[in-house]
């Protein structure tokens, strides 16, 4: 099973927006509503911020928002901050003996 | 509050066998698939396995000739083992909680982590 393509960076002011991608095929992403992002500080766990595509876990920031578009999922970061400089994954269940595959992890710098 | 703490050996010889354990603090044990992954340095997670209380387990193909993950529900603790170890098999190695329920994607709960490192 290959591993989700993420960009491997990127940036934003603080204030700002921006949209992470994660992209899969069909026996992935496409086919089920079943995506997960995680927001790994370095030296810390990584920490759920978006379960089945769209959901945010009690006590993550309203700033985290999540979509799917066909093979495609999104993380949207809204007013970005300092805070938010880390790395993030998105995970997708495939169908397979594998239920987590992961994405190559994108990380987002704050200018 | 549910709080995963894992620990073991995190300094082995290659060929060794690596050996985890993680507890499950406040919450419960049922209704919830009990995960190991990793990160190797610079690289992205790698789910390795799951098992459920009644110890159902499931095994990524990749690892699958060399992985044992077994539960002790008197004390709330499951484990991993990972036979003939090689420099490949180093990494930050985690705990997780996964939801049995079919409608909650996503590991909620991670362990503190434990560096694996295989050097002779």
């Known amino acids: 099973q290959s591993a989700l393509t993420q960009p491997a960076s990127v940036s934003g002011s603080p204030g700002q927006w921006l949209t992470l991608s994660c992209t899969g095929t069909?026996?992935?992403?496409?086919?089920?509503?079943?995506v997960s992002w995680y927001q790994h500080h370095p030296g810390k766990a990584p920490k759920l911020i978006i379960y089945d595509v769209t959901n945010r876990p009690s006590g993550v920031s309203f700033r985290f928002s999540g979509s799917k578009s066909g093979n495609t999922a999104s993380l949207t970061i809204s007013g970005l901050q300092a805070e938010d400089e880390a790395d993030y994954y998105c995970?997708?269940?495939?169908?397979?003996?594998?239920?987590?595959?992961f994405g190559t992890g994108t990380k987002v710098t704050v200018l | 509050q549910v709080q995963l703490q894992q620990w073991g050996a995190g300094l082995l010889k290659p060929s060794e066998t690596l050996s985890l354990t993680c507890a499950v603090y406040?919450?419960?044990?049922?209704?919830?698939?009990w995960t190991w992954l990793r990160q190797p340095p610079g690289k992205g997670l790698e789910w390795i396995g799951e098992?459920?209380?009644?110890?159902?387990?499931n095994y990524n193909p990749s690892l699958k000739s060399r992985v044992a993950i077994s539960v002790d529900t008197s004390k709330n603790q499951f484990s991993l083992k990972l036979s003939s170890l090689t420099a490949a098999d180093m990494a930050m190695y985690y705990c997780a909680r996964a939801h049995e329920q079919v409608d909650y994607y996503g590991l909620d709960v991670w362990g503190q982590g434990t560096t694996v490192t295989v050097s002779s």
């Open positions: 098992i459920n209380h009644s110890g159902s387990t």
């Open positions: 069909s026996i992935d992403v496409g086919g089920y509503d079943s």
């Open positions: 995970s997708s269940f495939t169908g397979t003996s594998t239920p987590y595959v």
């Open positions: 406040g919450g419960s044990f049922s209704g919830y698939y």
